[in-house]
């Protein structure tokens, strides 16, 4: 792994499934960040996390959970799909510290709710 | 909490000509201001960043631009290429329980034609 992942690149879901998205990073950056991306909308904030053991709600948390229990892993769960929660997600990860702001996304999980 | 708003939303140049594109924040305490450049189908980039302290900040064709008194930021791009088509999103950093986190402009798309 180089960098942070996403997994699965694309996904089809059932109205009412559950879905886990995966994020793993690997450059041990404390800060992560859940974002979905929709047209017009930009990119708003989910949930995230400033270090393991700890999360946080974004702008548009609800339908969304999300748990950190090591420094690398940031899965996104959506307990039961609604098609409002089709969109393109991306993770971020960022290194903690005063001087070092800069996010790294992953290369998104393009989600469809039928 | 924060907000950042951007325009234009869609930007047409000629190959060669300048871009520029504008946003605005509200939360005076903001100190961090990225742009992403985000080509289709792929992640967002960091491709040039400003500090609060810092009025402007150039990388090659790029700069980018602070007025803190008035809160607003832009990029610039000059001797825009084909390969500058991307939409672009500005975004300004919020601290919320101590925790840093960005929100991002609508974004603008920009298209460079030959």
């Known amino acids: 792994i180089a960098g942070i992942t996403q997994a699965p690149t694309s996904q089809i879901l059932a109205a009412g499934r559950r879905m886990t998205l995966r994020c793993t990073q690997d450059?041990?950056?404390?800060?992560m960040y859940w974002y979905r991306q929709d047209l017009g909308l930009g990119l708003r904030l989910i949930h995230y996390?400033?270090?393991?053991?700890?999360?946080g709600k974004g702008e548009v948390p609800d339908g969304y959970s999300v748990s950190r229990a090591n420094t690398d892993d940031f899965p996104l769960t959506l307990a039961s799909a609604v098609p409002s929660q089709t969109s393109v997600y991306f993770c971020?990860?960022?290194?903690?510290?005063?001087?070092?702001?800069?996010?790294?996304f992953g290369s998104g999980t393009r989600l469809t709710v039928v | 909490g924060e907000n950042v708003e951007q325009h234009p939303s869609t930007l047409s140049v000629q190959e060669g000509d300048s871009a520029v594109i504008k946003c605005t924040y509200s939360?005076?305490?903001?100190?961090?201001f990225p742009w992403y450049k985000q080509e289709l189908g792929k992640r967002p980039q960091l491709i040039i960043d400003?500090?609060?302290?810092?009025g402007e900040k150039k990388d090659q064709r790029i700069a980018v631009t602070l007025n803190k008194t008035a809160k607003h930021f832009s990029l610039h791009i000059t001797e825009t290429q084909p390969e500058d088509s991307a939409v672009y999103f500005c975004?300004?950093?919020?601290?919320?329980?101590?925790?840093?986190?960005?929100?991002f402009g609508t974004g603008t798309r920009l298209l460079v034609s030959p």
């Open positions: 996390s400033n270090t393991a053991g700890t999360t």
């Open positions: 400003i500090r609060s302290n810092v």
């Open positions: 450059m041990r950056h404390n800060a």
């Open positions: 939360d005076s305490a903001s100190n961090y």
């Open positions: 975004a300004a950093s919020m601290v919320d329980t101590g925790f840093q986190k960005l929100v």
């Open positions: 971020a990860s960022r290194p903690t510290g005063k001087s070092r702001y800069g996010y790294t």
